[in-house]
């Protein structure tokens, strides 16, 4: 069991916006071949591109699953990658704020000092921007 960071409306609308602003600028730096929470990429692609490179002579595909990644994800370094392309101190404000936002368990507030709230509509966007160096260097 994890928590999940389950935003209130008020935050998923101001998420969703600046997700779609902020989106394409990082989207133009992601692997091609990173296949995971990306608009107009699916898992079928993926599926293609491996058969496509077996066709081509390779013969190993690497498929991860990274253990509690969403959870453990370190702030400072998250927010070390964003500011790289987003300079607007209000929205980085913003991303640090849903970042460590915390969360209720059992009536009892967590705060949240590492990790990428999952539920989020900004923490797919984030997760790809934290990894995109490891896609890079796979």
């Known amino acids: 069991l994890r928590p999940l ?3 209130t409306i008020r935050d998923r609308v101001c998420q969703q916006a600046v997700r779609q602003i902020i989106e394409p600028i990082f989207e133009q730096d992601f692997y091609y ?3 995971g929470f990306r608009a107009g990429y699916s898992a ?4 293609n591109t491996i058969q496509r490179a077996k066709r081509g002579g390779y013969e190993y595909v690497v ?3 990274i253990m509690s990644f969403f959870d453990e ?3 400072e370094l998250l927010m070390e ?3 790289e392309r987003i300079t607007d101190g209000k929205v980085l404000t913003l991303i640090r704020g849903w970042l460590t936002a915390g969360f209720m368990e059992d009536d009892q507030f967590h705060e949240t000092e590492i990790g990428s709230p999952q ?3 900004l923490s797919p966007l984030l997760a790809n921007l934290y990894l ?3 896609d890079w260097g796979m």
């Not at 079928?44 to 599926?47: D, G, K, L, M, S």
């Open 5 to 7: 960071g389950i935003p």
């Open 33 to 35: 071949y990173s296949f």
């Open 44 to 47: 079928h692609q993926a599926i």
């Open 63 to 65: 498929d991860l699953d």
């Open 73 to 75: 994800i370190p702030h």
């Open 81 to 83: 990658k964003v500011h």
């Open 119 to 121: 539920g989020g509509n």
């Open 132 to 134: 995109n160096h490891f």
